[in-house]
């Protein structure tokens, strides 16, 4: 009632909310949702929360302003010279934090584009940019195909620049592309020569390049498929940018929630090492999302630990590949097309739509839904790759990072939705007809 | 570099950080600057930190995205409905937390005025209320002065009826009025009377009407200065709309900083009873300024502590009162016109300009720079009444919550300021004649 206008576009409620809050449980909730559509990694919480633990002495200076948050700018800039092999060391300077990725998306949204300026986006791509980039800024987003080409191949920067030159045919001023590097959905790395040729394509057309790496040490060793080849990690900060593009240009975003299975304790990081104007800029921006002193206390009692840090990487690096190896034989053994050459992420890209629809008598008319409503019959969540923008109909993504009971309670029930024949129309719950607009 | 308009205009960088961060200590950092120029409440840390420590057993479900903090919501709900005497109880889906009030107040600005219009502000204000409100919104701010009359007076509404006429005249959209009750800096509380005429003129032309309430707890027994009589403290969410105003349009803002002492762990909330789309258009917009689980864990653990949490707040009130009447007693001793009538807060608003000239041999072209510079010779730092939007030049605030040496220190420094005549124009120090913009 009485909104302004941007407020009341938003006035219908989001349906996941039951969905996501009424969460499976063997004894207390066997009656609920196996979620395995949100990008939560719990393989590695026992460790972290034994560490947090250990080492929490929260001081008096917690409960103040403090220091404009230089210890945990410190202790990132350290942790991330390092682990991203920067071609500069990154000073705290270099650090603006925020209260997770989702903000700091906004905020880059928000500094580089003005209402109605552009900020192109392959697809598929991560399900919140949109609302992450767009929701508050004015920002727009212009989406890029890739039709048959690989959306990480040496052919991606054609297709960013074509996107480009039609927004500018229609009097739109382009100002930057979002890389998700590693890859949400795809769970893969831009290759070294393609990151080379995204900054030249930048440098051309003065746009920053921001490159959201929340997911830079969650690679793994891929040895079950290698079809693509797998691309090594490198950051947009590990290339020498001379002769490439202004610096000024080369932005990254980093995060806690991810490569440390913490989304709860919101921090993340913008880091921008030779643009003074920008950092000056987010000074007071980034107080609109400030982070708790206490997540920045239990990250830095992290990041300062270093034996604990390169041991808790290593095994998480580990698992996810053990669980990658595990999620691809069930969908092998399950008739699942899923899309390979993964080496990063905790998640896999398949396409359930066509093993559902060998299972159905007649096609429905929105295959995308009728998947989703299949496995919502069966109490599981997925996130639908209507959500990432996914340029083909029928795509999900898995998330395999679960403890192996859940998971495996989970992929259970995918292959009795897909495989189980729809019911008849009248026998279907309505109120599960639903957009589900989720894609953490 | 590059950047969009609206970041483009604030690549100056702000003086205060290097001051700010450069705090005095008696032996670790003798040389630095004693700050009693941010709104922060020391008296009650080692009572929190203790509770803090004893009680955070962190469960590994704080590592995900959780409930979306049905917990903190439904202690926040229960408390308040106790503490604010609300007429209606408050439901967890009255509650919306963010990552502090600073947030809070932009996501109002966001959800009732679009780009260009009006928010009115009655002078004095809080100081972060302007960055807060508008530097990422688009919404302006409407002043309203109140010249000799009292801001919180009977009058003081059809000062703001004026304001609005004279926007509408220009032809702007006025939508919300801005409270801060009780208030900073005034240290004063809105009288039932006058908040059920603010209600009626907010009804009449359908204004949102937000009070921020931060400060609803940091009541005290004024008992040294009564006139005029403090008025005791009434929620907006306390006086029963009907005949008065469509609920709809009746906002409250709280949170943790103040009342706690705790600015640092970032939870603000908004609590809204009568608006289902304000709610639910809130909902994707506070995940952009999302709170860590950590804090919801502390916070919800003291407000569910019924005994302590009781004790702690009788304590912090009478701790208040003490130290109000001791800095009161500075301030009389030492020649210092303050308002009076006080009853909440942990600040004086003082006429510091008067003191300072008296003894001057020469009156200064710019009285809040020549006091803030004298004080900063003295290395104190306090909030320049100019960033609070003063109508009469030389009014400072002095937050009084500190460790009494640390405010004995600078109430010294600020002393010594006033009374040491102006050193001659080549000896003072130009690194120090910045505008600071700080007004927390």
Not at 74 to 96: D, G, M, Q, R
Not at 306 to 335: C, F, P, R, T
Not at 371 to 378: I, N, Q, T, Y
């Amino acid at each position: 009632m009485a909104l302004s206008s941007r407020a009341s576009k938003l006035t219908t409620p989001d349906p996941s909310g039951p969905i996501l809050s009424d969460n499976w449980h063997p004894t207390l909730n066997p009656s609920g949702y196996v979620n395995l559509g949100v990008a939560e990694n719990y393989l590695m919480h026992a460790s972290l929360q034994q560490h947090l633990h250990a080492n929490l002495k929260v001081p008096t200076s917690a409960f103040t302003y403090g220091d404009f948050f230089k210890r945990s700018r410190t202790a990132i800039a350290s942790f991330l010279t390092k682990h991203l092999n920067t071609v500069v060391p990154i000073k705290p300077e270099h650090v603006a934090v925020a209260s997770g990725c989702t903000s700091a998306v906004e905020h880059m949204a928000w500094a580089f584009a003005d209402p109605g300026d552009v900020i192109l986006l392959g697809r598929p791509y991560y399900g919140a940019f949109p609302g992450d980039a767009t929701l508050r800024t004015g920002t727009k987003l212009g989406f890029v195909d890739f039709g048959e080409d690989d959306p990480l191949g040496a052919n991606c920067v054609e297709k960013y620049e074509e996107r480009l030159l039609e927004a500018r045919a229609n009097g739109e001023k382009v100002s930057a592309v979002l890389l998700c590097h590693p890859h949400n959905p795809l769970g893969r790395c831009y290759s070294r020569d393609v990151l080379i040729d995204l900054l030249k394509f930048c440098n051309k057309y003065k746009l920053h390049l921001i490159s959201d790496e929340i997911y830079a040490l969650s690679i793994f060793e891929n040895k079950i498929d290698t079809n693509p080849p797998p691309a090594p990690f490198y950051s947009v900060l590990s290339i020498d940018p001379t002769g490439l593009i202004d610096p000024a240009y080369v932005h990254c975003l980093w995060g806690m929630s991810k490569d440390f299975g913490a989304n709860g304790l919101r921090l993340g990081a913008i880091i921008s090492q030779h643009n003074v104007d920008l950092m000056t800029a987010l000074a007071p921006a980034v107080l609109l999302s400030s982070v708790s002193s206490l997540s920045e206390h239990v990250f830095a009692n992290a990041l300062e630990d270093d034996v604990w840090v390169e041991n808790y990487i290593k095994e998480n690096q580990q698992k996810l590949g053990s669980y990658y190896e595990y999620i691809v034989k069930w969908a092998k053994a399950n008739d699942i097309v899923y899309a390979t050459g993964v080496n990063a992420g905790f998640f896999i890209w398949a396409d359930l739509g066509r093993t559902y629809l060998k299972h159905q008598d007649s096609k429905p008319e929105d295959l995308d839904q009728a998947v989703m409503d299949a496995l919502l019959r069966h109490k599981v969540f997925l996130a639908s790759g209507v959500r990432f923008g996914s340029e083909k109909p029928g795509w999900f993504r898995i998330v395999f990072s679960h403890d192996m009971d859940y998971l495996n309670e989970g992929l259970g029930r995918i292959v009795a939705a897909l495989t189980t024949p729809e019911p008849l129309k009248n026998m279907s719950n309505l109120s599960l007809q639903v957009d589900l607009d989720v894609a953490f």
